[in-house]
């Protein structure tokens, strides 16, 4: 009878500590061998106050987004306590930061619905694809003047590991730069005093060897800082975020407002920094599906 007394008081004290348990986290990206209560945790997996999480190998990474608002990463093997995180984490990020991140938990949970920016925006069109060559961007499209990256792919499927020749322009078809890169990426500053602070800029990729392979002429309309002062004011916001989520949300941030340039680059910063993470990777494919010429 003491016995069967017992063991009920153990269940019940068990179940008690169990639904005492707060969401505190959820995944939003993770690479290597990361384990909360012995078991690997997933995208979207949440985490509970009172649970241990361990991280091991090289190279890992780890993004959550607090239940309240704000957002950690972890990149270091070691044990870590949900209750002890959740006090590290400082103050909290405002309400621009908040929407955007459930923007990126309704993707990675398949709760979103796709972006709207290309109805709100009626100069992102897309291209055709009538050249061999084609970019991961609209044909037209707009962007914010800033260190952008450039990339592009063969129609056909062939090696990508050649020689290119990219050509900016000004609107009167004036040949403002003119670069040879290997590979399919291209860093262009628009800040670069060689634009001559144009408004509208075109360009055009071609096979170095073989000008006949080459792309449709492009284009996007610069902004110095943004279409608006309100514009202005969340960037200086968001880009104080240096971390992979943070460009994550940059990258949220631009596509909703038609920045999309600036989007497909703040993609590219946040795979790099999160070690290659595979959700971010996937996000980055269906913002290429989404707006890729």
């Known amino acids: ?153 063969l129609k056909d499927g062939s090696s990508e590991n050649g020689t290119y020749k990219i050509f900016i322009k000004d609107r009167k078809h004036h040949i403002l730069l003119e670069d040879e890169v290997n590979g399919t990426e291209y860093t262009l500053n628009l800040n670069d005093a060689k634009l001559n602070e144009e408004k509208y800029l075109f360009y055009y990729v071609e096979d170095a060897k073989n000008n006949k392979i080459a792309s449709d002429l492009y284009a996007f309309t610069v902004y110095k800082e943004g279409d608006s002062e309100e514009t202005v004011r969340e960037l200086e916001q968001l880009k104080s975020n240096e971390t992979a989520i943070g460009k994550l949300i940059l990258a949220k941030y631009y596509e909703d407002k038609g920045f999309i340039v600036n989007a497909s680059t703040a993609y590219e910063q946040a795979i790099n920094l999160s070690n290659g993470d595979e959700q971010y990777v996937k996000m980055y494919q269906n913002f290429q599906t989404r707006y890729g010429s």
Do not use: C, H
């Open 1 to 153: 009878m003491k016995f069967k007394l017992l063991t009920f008081i153990s269940t019940l004290l068990f179940t008690l500590n169990v639904s005492a348990q707060e969401a505190k986290f959820m995944v939003l990206g993770v690479k290597g061998d990361v384990s909360l209560e012995g078991k690997n945790i997933q995208t979207g997996d949440m985490l509970l106050s009172g649970q241990e999480l361990i991280i091991n190998g090289t190279s890992p990474y780890l993004g959550l987004a607090y239940i309240s608002g704000g957002t950690l990463e972890l990149k270091k093997p070691g044990t870590y306590q949900v209750n002890t995180l959740e006090k590290e984490l400082g103050q909290k990020e405002n309400d621009l930061v908040s929407r955007y991140v459930d923007f990126i938990k309704d993707e990675l949970t398949g709760s979103g619905e796709e972006a709207s920016t290309q109805a709100k925006y009626g100069s992102v069109t897309r291209s055709l694809k009538k050249k061999p060559i084609y970019f991961y961007v609209p044909i037209n499209s707009n962007a914010i003047k800033t260190e952008i990256n450039l990339s592009w792919a």
